[in-house]
């Protein structure tokens, strides 16, 4: 995996957050690991936001802390409980602590004689603040609230964190009789609204009564200050129906957004499936596509989250299925970034019309992720909708490349589909008017790239036998006739560029004006057609070099991987040392430095071996010719020895020892699977060599090109202009459709005859398997007709009627009407059993898929504990 592929960070913030600031920064974060491990979500290291919070605002057991502070505690407790309470002083400070005590002991009858008898203070506190009436209502004690607001308790009084007062007390004790003794007597309603009124603690309890009571008085449904939490947030974010619906017959703001998330109610309703709350809120006019501060509308919570049936109801009201937010991601990618209901959720946005081929920042598409992460019958669904196996990462990763590692029982499943892209009309195989149509549109999933990713895409990943199928084969060769054009021209080029840089060097370099033997000063001049032979070479590798660098720039990595490519930069440094402007207008061959005479010598073997056309020669050579004493001493000295005799061993090395080796093994060796090696080979430097001409007319280099040059390049090199028009008819029995090659018109055809005749067979078993039923159905039904008939004319009285003829009629006549009723119901019966078989097929098809979701759960949680 490179470099660029580990570096894929996923940081899913919470959707739902504490309310304290210092909470709202927490995040999950969905990662992939530099060891190539899929992509997981972290275990959640919260619950839901609203649980945090206690229903109680305090508990027992802080209470019983705080009041074991109070002066003399021990002591007053144990008279609480002996209800001897006369001894302490009237108006002291441990009349104060009986007071607290008996409240918190709900002993309302020692209460009235402690505030009656003893006089002690009704607004007393405890080290926190907390006062008896807080006391009283937290404990929702109707009875004592009331004492002590007879006794001058005061109404509004806040503890000492200034979060509390008691009417926040009895809100959250769920206390309707005490809420309204205290509004009767004056407590404001919407008390610390600013930041939790009693509405929200009564919301938090699901205490509907009470919540409908602080409306009644008129509690606010909103909040003054914007991005604070509203009841509605504090309702949705807990799934209290009943309570929304109050708050939103109260004129509740279901736009308001809180917190540094910017989260609305459907937001947090979304997040935890709360269908009800969801629907609530889209009927009372929440936007569906609301975002926050990640851009992340309900929608994509609800895809986070697995929630199935709330993405079905935000897709009903025309949720943005393509909305995008952090890091590029869609919905889709969201959906499938968990296994649990992956399958349902991206099968609800893919039947919504998701682009299925969106990638993220980092490249990733859905396809990417699923593969990934092992959602086999994830990704192959997203086949099915169009996902594009060859989309690359940043890192150049293909999705196909994950798919072969990570989930490689999705390719057979693939391949089939190219059996099904070959058809026949209904004319029988052997017919003349038998047609066949090919349909290449699922080896081009995106013309945007190019019409031969996808092939190049399967051998890089070492799957070339994909080439041999008859559909990949006259796609290949349809390709291969629409682009040779391209090929010709360039071989007419490099045709003309040797032969002009071949007579360059005769003209320069082939006479020897150095040996002792007496040679004409004439001989040693350069002829007339050096100087511009030797400008043409120049400017034709100019334009090599124009080419080269294209093509490079093109695409680096793939670039340096072809060795053809090293020998052409030899061959143009090597034309550039040759034709130099001295040695082109110098007449006196003499003067030309020994070195260039090395160079010429290497420079030329190379061109004509890039060419290929000393094919004729290396056949001579092989039949015996080399005569080592001949070519080296039977003439002239050599002048340059160490280059002679290095390219002599060179052509000794390559031509005579392994390709005459190379014809003795094949001479011992399988020649069919050497034939058939030797054609995948083939067909693989035929795609490769497609793909490379045809991606210079996909480059980003050539954008910047005129849209109509751009246009006609790309026209020239597809094989069709619209994707919906790749489909190819031929008819294999027409002598006058001479289209494709012989033996890629029998490949299809036998492809599609053994299809139609195992399809035949097929029919043909289960009509046998249906005759065999029916004839021991109709056998059991004669034997029934015949024993009921023996049986009454045994015993049935006799007639002068019932003659052998008349009786055998009868039978007949009994025997099929009764066949015609079994006839009836054996039908009826078919039926019930289709209907069955079909439900058996359904059922087990979906246990098949939750077996297979379940292992993949179990495979993740081995390697996290790993």
């Known amino acids: 995996m490179g470099e660029k592929e580990n570096n894929l960070q996923w940081d899913k913030s919470d959707a739902l957050i504490n309310l304290d600031d210092e909470d709202d920064d927490e995040r999950r974060s969905i990662s992939s690991e530099s060891s190539g491990e899929g992509l997981g979500v972290e275990s959640p290291r919260f619950h839901k936001q609203y649980r945090l919070h206690d229903q109680e605002i305090w508990q027992n057991r802080g209470i019983d802390k705080t009041l074991k502070e109070l002066p003399n505690f021990e002591q007053i407790l144990d008279m609480v409980n002996k209800s001897e309470i006369s001894v302490l002083s009237p ?19 020692i209460v009235a004689k402690v505030l009656n008898d003893l006089y002690a203070d009704a607004n007393t506190v405890d080290c926190l603040g907390r006062t008896a009436l807080h006391l009283a209502c937290s404990l929702g004690n109707y009875g004592v609230t009331k004492i002590l607001l007879d006794h001058g308790a005061h109404v509004n009084q806040w503890d000492k964190m200034k979060k509390v007062t008691p009417l926040h007390c009895a809100a959250s004790s769920g206390s309707v009789e005490c809420i309204q003794q205290l509004l009767k007597r004056g407590a404001h309603v919407n008390a610390g609204i600013e930041k939790r009124s009693a509405l929200h603690l009564a919301i938090e309890r699901n205490a509907v009564n009470c919540v409908e009571t602080l409306l009644k008085y008129g509690a606010n449904p909103n909040t003054p200050q914007v991005y604070t939490e509203t009841p509605l947030h504090t309702a949705a974010g807990l799934g209290h129906k009943e309570c929304m619906q109050l708050l939103l017959d109260h004129g509740a703001d279901v736009r308001s957004q809180f917190g540094k998330r910017r989260l609305t109610a459907l937001h947090l309703a979304a997040e935890d499936d709360y269908i009800d709350c969801v629907r609530l809120l889209l009927e009372h006019g929440a936007k569906v596509d609301a975002r ?78 699923a593969a990934l992460n092992e959602f086999s019958s994830c990704a192959y669904m997203l086949i099915e909708y169009g996902a594009d196996m060859t989309c690359r990462t940043n890192g150049g990763i293909s999705a196909l490349s994950f798919i072969i590692r990570r989930t490689p029982e999705v390719i057979p499943k693939f391949l089939n589909k190219f059996d099904s892209s070959i058809t026949v009309n209904e004319h029988e195989i052997g017919d003349v008017d038998c047609e066949i149509k090919l349909d290449f549109r699922l080896l081009v999933p995106n013309t945007e790239r190019g019409e031969t990713e996808l092939l190049l895409s399967f051998i890089e990943v070492g799957q070339k036998r994909v080439l041999k199928h008859p559909l990949c084969e006259t796609f ?41 033997m007496n040679v004409g000063l004439t001989q040693c001049l350069a002829s007339s057609y050096v100087a511009p032979v030797g400008y043409a070479v120049i400017f034709m590798n100019l334009t090599l070099l124009a080419k080269e660098f294209f093509q490079m720039a093109h695409g680096f990595f793939s670039y340096v991987r072809y060795w053809e490519n090293w020998v052409q930069w030899a061959i143009i440094l090597g034309v550039f040392l040759c034709a130099t402007p001295s040695t082109m207008t110098s007449s006196d061959i003499t003067t030309v430095p020994v070195w260039q005479h090395h160079v010429a010598a290497i420079v030329i073997f190379l ?67 050497l034939q058939a090696s030797a054609g995948l080979d083939r067909l693989t430097r035929q795609a490769e060599l497609v793909a490379r001409l045809e991606g210079l007319f996909f480059s980003k280099l050539l954008r910047k090109a005129p849209s109509s040059i751009i246009l006609l390049c790309q026209r020239s090199a597809l094989l069709r202009t619209s994707r919906y028009h790749l489909q190819f008819c031929i008819r294999p029995n027409d002598p006058r459709d001479k289209r494709l090659p012989k033996d890629i018109v029998v490949s299809i055809y036998k492809l599609v005859a053994e299809r139609r005749d195992r399809n035949q067979s097929i029919r043909r078993k289960r009509r046998e398997q249906n005759f065999s039923f029916f004839t021991r159905s109709f056998d059991e039904s004669i034997k029934g007709v015949k024993l009921r008939n023996h049986s009454s004319h045994i015993t049935g009285p006799r007639t002068l009627s019932e003659n052998p003829q008349f009786f055998n009629q009868q039978i007949s006549s009994t025997k099929y009407g009764e066949l015609e009723k079994k006839m009836e119901s054996f039908q009826i019966q078919l039926m019930e059993m289709s209907g069955k078989l079909k439900e058996l097929q359904t059922t087990f098809s979906n246990k098949m898929e939750d077996i297979s979701n379940d292992v993949s759960i179990i495979k993740i949680k081995s390697l996290k504990e790993k």
């Open 91 to 109: 108006g002291s400070e441990d009349a104060n602590t009986a007071l607290m005590i008996a409240i918190l002991m709900e002993r309302n009858e």
């Open 292 to 369: 926050n501060v990640d851009n992340q509308t309900p929608l994509h919570l609800a895809c986070l989250s697995q929630c199935v049936e709330t993405v079905e109801l935000l897709i009903k009201y025309r949720a943005d299925v393509n909305a995008i937010y952090k890091d590029g991601r869609s919905a889709l990618h969201a959906a499938i970034v968990k296994e649990s209901k992956c399958f349902e959720c991206a099968k609800l946005l893919l039947k919504a019309g998701v682009y299925v081929n969106k990638p993220d920042a980092y490249g990733y598409t859905p396809l990417h992720i």
């Open 476 to 516: 290949l060769f349809l390709k291969w006739r629409r682009i040779r054009k391209f090929f010709l021209f360039s071989l007419l080029y490099h045709a003309i560029y040797v032969m002009l840089f071949t007579l360059y060097i005769l003209g320069v370099y082939d006479k020897n004006c150095n040996s002792t």
């Open 607 to 673: 061109v004509w071996l890039e060419l290929m056309m000393t094919l004729l020669k290396t056949v001579t050579m092989m039949a015996g010719e080399l005569e080592f004493e001949d070519i080296f001493y039977n003439g002239p000295p050599i002048q340059y020895p160490v280059t002679a005799h290095a390219m002599f061993f060179a052509f000794v090395l390559l031509v005579t020892v392994i390709l005459t080796n190379l014809l003795v093994g094949l001479a011992v060796s399988d020649i069919q699977g």
